[in-house]
T-cell receptor
Framework: DAGITQSPRHKVTETGTPVTLRCHQT?????MYWYRQDPGHGLRLIHY???????DKGEVSDGYSVSRSKTEDFLLTLESATSSQTSVYFC???????????????FGAGSRLTVL | GNSVTQMEGPVTLSEEAFLTINCTYT??????LFWYVQYPGEGLQLLLK?????DKGSNKGFEATYRKETTSFHLEKGSVQVSDSAVYFC???????????FGPGTRLSVLP
């Protein structure tokens, strides 16, 4: 997966518990993203980061927070998981800049989260 | 805001049939356009892209042409194989930032 690792790949948890998903990259790309994938909705952006400690909200950010303390790591936290957050979560990276091919997304393998 | 619309699926074809998956977009300026493919149990992979009007992206027998006059980026393949069975996503990136917008995806099943 082009130097992107998501962990855990599968998690089952209970409503109300905190959950953290980790995305780790070895590409030194500037931009990192968290998406969720749900049937009928395609991919929806949760949060993204444009550098260390620089993050912004996407279209479905409620109930989620993120942190990026190092270039290579982007954490997605569900402070108190709900059943509506059952989904497959994908991390993606983008180099950014003007180099040809720099502005494409490369995805991780996904993390399947089930909230009971 | 920016948006991407794709034809509803699922699409079921026989092997060696011709494939078209329609994609239209709404965006300001001149976005870059992409097709991504997702095989079962995997993440999305870039299939092809086009960055300006009239560009044709191509890969693995798939093609799509950036049509600004019709705001479209339809995906085509002349002869599909069983191994092409997957979900296909059309996407755009506006040229003012690094945000990507995806369509809902079209599931393709190719029967032998």
């Amino acid at each position: 997966d082009a130097g992107i690792t998501q962990s855990p790949r599968h998690k089952v948890t209970e409503t109300g518990t905190p959950v953290t998903l980790r995305c780790h990259q070895t590409e030194n790309h500037r931009y990192m993203y968290w998406y969720r994938q749900d049937p009928g909705h395609g991919l929806r952006l949760i949060h993204y980061s444009y550098g260390v400690k620089d993050t912004d909200k996407g279209e479905v950010s409620d109930g989620y927070s993120v942190s990026r303390s190092k270039t290579e790591d982007f954490l997605l936290t569900l402070e108190s998981a709900t059943s509506s957050q059952t989904s497959v979560y994908f991390c993606a990276i983008s180099e950014g800049g003007q180099r040809t091919g720099a502005n494409v997304l490369t995805f991780g393998a996904g993390s399947r989260l089930t909230v009971l | 805001g920016n948006s991407v619309t794709q034809m509803e699926g699922p699409v079921t074809l026989s092997e060696e049939a011709f494939l078209t998956i329609n994609c239209t977009y709404t965006a300001t300026g001149y976005p870059s356009l992409f097709w991504y493919v997702q095989y079962p149990g995997e993440g999305l992979q870039l299939l092809l892209k086009a960055t300006k009007a009239d560009d044709k992206g191509s890969n693995k027998g798939f093609e799509a042409t950036y049509r600004k006059e019709t705001t479209s980026f339809h995906l085509e393949k002349g002869s599909v194989q069983v191994s092409d069975s997957a979900v296909y996503f059309c996407a755009l990136r506006d040229n003012y930032g690094q945000n990507f917008v995806f369509g809902p995806g079209t599931r393709l099943s190719v029967l032998p």
